[in-house]
């Protein structure tokens, strides 16, 4: 009998353990999504500065960069504008996000993320850019790639925290 006891005694025991461990992960959860959310909320601040920032420069004072009549005339171009806005736009975040996958120590999905980035880019630049000013819109889609394979991973990490294995 005194057996049987112990073994009702280990089975509590064990689901004690259980349910705290649930409640440490559901907060370690809680903490890390809401961490994240600062994280962008601090992105997106500096997100909407920086492309704003940009866009006033390439528009009105594209001579800080070069004195060439040429790139300051194609620096001003409203297409190329957008493109670099844009990717401006999308680099706290990625910045935020590569953090993140670094801090997880995944390693090996941000090298093989880098390749596959790197790879289009060099892909884009090659087939797809005739021209100097094309090369902006190479590197928004550059910068979108980045932030969609980024934010999926960094996403699908922190919805993941706090579950049992």
């Known amino acids: 009998a005194k057996h049987d006891s112990n073994i009702k005694t280990d089975d509590g025991e064990k689901v004690v353990v259980r349910t705290q461990h649930k409640i440490q992960n559901s907060q370690n959860q809680k903490r890390t999504k809401l961490l994240l959310k600062k994280i962008?909320?601090?992105a997106s601040m500096m997100a909407v500065i920086n492309s704003t920032v940009s866009k006033v420069i390439m528009q009105k004072c594209?001579?800080?960069f070069t004195n060439d009549a040429v790139i300051q005339s194609i620096l001003s171009m409203p297409w190329n504008i957008v493109y670099v806005a844009g990717s401006v736009l999308l680099h706290p975040f990625l910045m935020a996000f590569?953090?993140?996958i670094l801090a997880s120590r995944d390693l090996g999905y941000l090298v093989s993320s880098y390749g596959l980035t790197m790879g289009a880019l060099l892909l884009l630049l090659r087939f797809k850019t005739?021209?100097?000013s094309e090369v902006w819109r190479s590197l928004l889609l550059f910068q979108v790639i980045r932030t969609v394979l980024f934010g999926w991973r960094v996403w699908t990490k922190t919805m993941r925290v706090g579950e049992e294995k």
Request: net charge negative.
């Open 40 to 42: 962008v909320v601090l």
């Open 62 to 64: 594209s001579s800080l």
């Open 98 to 100: 590569e953090g993140s």
């Open 130 to 132: 005739a021209a100097f």
